[in-house]
């Protein structure tokens, strides 16, 4: 190493193979070219470990897994059971020369949810911003465009129904609703929806018509029944042909070990009744199957088994999943029914399809939320219990189907809808098309909107009532004064 006192001769007259210098900077180079050369390997190595990493996670775990792993955030309570069906939201549904990749996402809210919203008469359809008048709205709110409101995989940002934008979204449009109603002038516009006022889609139980229709109804109606259900009827006029079977009518082959208690738990169904013998439901195309599908059961059973479609038991059906199992439930299930698949057999099972088990018992088998739990000490539970002994007339129980399963008068004949959650999509839904029969609209909605009454089953009495009914009565006598003291003097 030089120093400052070394003259030129000095400096070159040292021998170049003993400077230090240059033996420190050799041995650097080298150090470094190696470091570079493991850096390089080490980074290959473990590229290369990464990927055998996927290809050998890609051959031994199971593909839902995977799936869940790629899932871009939780999903709501709605669409849980289906959030592996990726195409189910975000394929193309329609004819591409009708129906660009942006709507793709719209286009499977409708298939799924069209008709519904139709059946309900929808408060705000995409038709009605269609009209120039409400065109400005849409430019601060896009209500033809169902993610506007309802987003998937944000779960920091859903509430209830699968909302996902500020909960006070009706002041957009109707800010100046106090002017025109002066008894919304101090409520607030986060509290539109609380139960027993408005929806956005569905009001069929809160048209301020219907409101007023059954103002001053007592809360329980005396002799309340629900509608009894007749399928026979209508079966027998479609199919003359068929007569009821008895045991001795079985047209089961020779090779099928039909005993003596399947074939009496048969002919009480009323499946003997229409005449619908053992191979109108075992045999496909003159092959006999043990095993019934929903695809028999749909033969007949066609309402019921698109209905059970759409609700939470049969929703992955309908998406080709597997069937849906209690241990996927968000909600509390009791552990002996994890695995237990459902179909139209879990709870109509054997040859008898037995209703009364449908309707109760067979929920309470898988079912272990509070409000389940609560059933059997309510006050629905004895009139079931009553019924059911012979104590009390037909349709004057209340099972858990009675609420959940509701039973429609379609003109034709009284069925009943496989959609466990229709009476709760809005749970208002529920009040015009079950606890009307039994009790008045406000009592209804007032039980409906108390979160105790529903964790409790109804099992204690309605305390906190709803003032929506009162309101409309009032709303409309107000006009009637108005129209009165505008009328003319005779």
Partial sequence: MTTPNQTPEDRESLPVGDSNCETATDSVVNSTANTGHRTAWVTWAALSAGVIGVFLYGIYVPASQIQSAMLPGETTHGHHQIELACNVCHSPKADPSDHDAANVMQNACIECHGQQLQDANDTHPAKKFNDPVNAEKLLVLNAQDCLTCHREHVPEQTQPMGLTMPSDYCWHCHQDVAQSRPSHQAMAFDSCATAGCHNYHDNRALYEKFLDDHHGEPDLIDQGRVPRRDIITPWQ????????????A?????????????????????????????TDCHQIDSLWSDSVSMQQCETCHQRQVETFQ?????????????????????????SGAAHRELNCSACHSGHRFDTQFAAVQACLSCHADSHSLAYQGSAHAELWSAETMGEAAAGSGVSCATCHLPRLNDGDSVWVNHDQNAGLRPSETMARQVCLHCHSLEYSLSALSDPHLLRNCFSSPVIVRTKSVEMAHQWFESKKRSRTRRSPTP
């Fill in 310 to 334: 759409t609700g939470k038991h049969g929703m992955r059906l309908a998406a080709g999943l597997s069937p849906m199992k209690p241990e996927l439930a968000r909600l509390p299930m009791h």
């Fill in 237 to 248: 006029q479609n199919h003359p042909e068929r007569h009821a079977l008895d045991q001795n």
């Fill in 250 to 278: 079985s047209d089961a082959p020779d090779t099928v070990s039909a005993t003596n208690a399947i074939l009496n738990d048969w002919a009480d169904t009323a499946h003997a009744s229409a005449g619908v013998n053992c």
